[in-house]
């Protein structure tokens, strides 16, 4: 299906726009085959890199992608623009959506059913169980998977380490220890803290090690009132506190891809966030595994905390339609689940593809996967929109903040708070 050239000219030049007015990169490769505008928050440097990858494929093939791409850590902003462009019309053809989001935008009836793209390429077969379910709505296909990435990780600088006489942290005590001897060192401890993002990044990872996967469970997904309002959640916040001790006083609205770079460069020690830290340090020119070491978030509880990255296919947007099939065949192609995934720090969402080439830490993230997936201990990431809508994870986040941001907040009222917000929450998104 091919749309008239005004149609498709009209798509490039409303997104060029809005991309000049948002500071976003948008970039269109020539093709005649069909073009689909594609709306995402891939805009580090390492993350644009992992999307033009699919550019080119796409284009190698005539058709055109247009990166729509919208700044801002964990999606906010791509969120609403998402929205604003149903009113104006301007659907895109693709959006990254993830978790049970993707569920509620295929109820309003704007999505695409991509059934003929996921039965050609075997998608029951060739995708893990809950990430196959977690892609359909009604018994049909409408998002298509990229990855997995893992949000509980440490990113250590082993130089900066070693001139602090700090050793490798192994459990909570070792690693307070460890941020201790930086300080003492003069290296800002720990890179982050800069936005509510990250540090409900940071507490999803503090909340896996201190309470484990069914308490995470329980807490994240089940939203039991007592698992929420609990000691181990308590003991979490306590834990944050300790964090937040060592985070550079002035970090407040650098974004995570300057703080992994602070990592990078020595001028901090570790920072606390998902593998896509991992595309940056690739990017910079720093091996991950060797010069910045990768470890589990330390604490009493070992798993695996995932998110797959994936975007919902439109209707009633004037991408065309066969470049939509193009975009989401190609995504699960063993060629692009190896290029992409090595520029952008996660790991193939496809079975059976070769990690061969990729990095030490990639290799542990698969094998940890694994371990988990048989150890029952592998989780949807709640900071990463995996666990609950919008609603519930927006009263989750504020009260992480409000606790961040008010010294004065104990761990024990933020964890009643949490219980009670995301229970009113939820009542709210249910009427
Ligand atoms: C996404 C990652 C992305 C990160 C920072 C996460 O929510 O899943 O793909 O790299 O946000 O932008």
Not at 153 to 164: E, G, Q, V
Not at 312 to 327: L, P, R
Not at 343 to 356: D, M, Q, T, Y
Not at 419 to 424: G, I, L, M, R
Request: proline residues 3%; charged residues 20%; hydrophobic residues 40%.
């Amino acid at each position: 299906m091919k749309k008239t050239g005004w149609l498709r000219t009209s798509v490039v030049a409303s997104v060029s726009a809005a991309a000049l007015t948002m500071g976003m990169s948008a970039t269109a490769v020539a093709a005649d085959k069909g073009t689909v505008s594609v709306l995402n928050w891939w805009t580090s440097g390492s993350e644009a890199k992992s999307m033009h990858v699919l550019q080119q494929m796409l284009a190698d093939q005539g058709y055109k992608m247009v990166n729509d791409a919208v700044s801002g850590g964990g999606g906010s902003n791509a969120r609403t623009v998402l929205k604003s462009r149903i009113q104006s019309d301007n659907l895109p053809g693709a959006a990254q959506i993830k978790g049970p989001e993707i569920q509620q935008w295929c109820q309003t009836g704007l999505t695409q059913n991509i059934d003929s793209v996921a039965k050609a390429g075997n998608w029951s077969k060739i995708l893990p169980g809950p990430i196959a379910k977690g892609m359909q709505c009604d018994g049909h296909w409408v998002a298509v998977p990229f990855n997995i990435h893992r949000i509980n990780w440490l990113w250590i600088n082993k130089a900066a380490m070693k001139k602090a006489g700090a050793d490798m942290p192994t459990d909570w005590p070792s690693f307070v220890d460890a941020l201790k001897k930086l300080k003492a060192a003069g290296i800002t401890p720990i890179a982050g803290g800069g936005d509510n993002w990250q540090v409900a990044t940071e507490f999803d990872a503090i909340a896996m090690a201190t309470g484990g996967a069914d308490f995470y469970r329980k807490a994240f997904v089940d939203l039991n009132a007592e698992a929420l309002s609990s000691d181990t959640m308590a003991k979490a916040f306590s834990r944050l506190r300790t964090i937040q001790k060592y985070e550079d006083p002035n970090g407040t609205g650098l974004s995570w891809n300057h703080d992994t770079g602070l990592v990078v460069k020595g001028q901090a020690g570790i920072q606390i966030m998902g593998d896509w830290a991992k595309g940056e340090i690739t990017n910079a020119g720093s091996t991950p595994g060797n010069e910045i070491a990768c470890i589990a978030m330390p604490g009493e509880h070992d798993g695996f905390i995932y998110n797959a990255d994936s975007f919902e296919i439109f209707s009633h947007t004037k991408s065309d339609k066969a470049a939509q099939d193009a975009f989401a065949k190609t995504a699960l192609s063993p060629k692009f689940q190896r290029k992409f995934n090595m520029a952008k720090g996660s790991i193939p969402v496809r079975e059976g593809v070769s990690l061969k080439g990729f990095d030490a830490c990639a290799k542990k993230s698969e094998k940890d996967f694994k371990q988990a997936e048989k150890n029952n201990a592998l989780v949807p990431s709640f900071s990463q929109d995996m666990a609950e809508s919008g609603a519930v994870k927006g009263a989750i986040f504020d009260v992480i903040a409000r606790f961040y941001n008010d010294k004065s907040m104990t761990p024990e009222a933020a964890a009643k708070q949490m219980a009670s917000q995301a229970k009113q929450a939820h009542m709210m998104s249910q009427m």
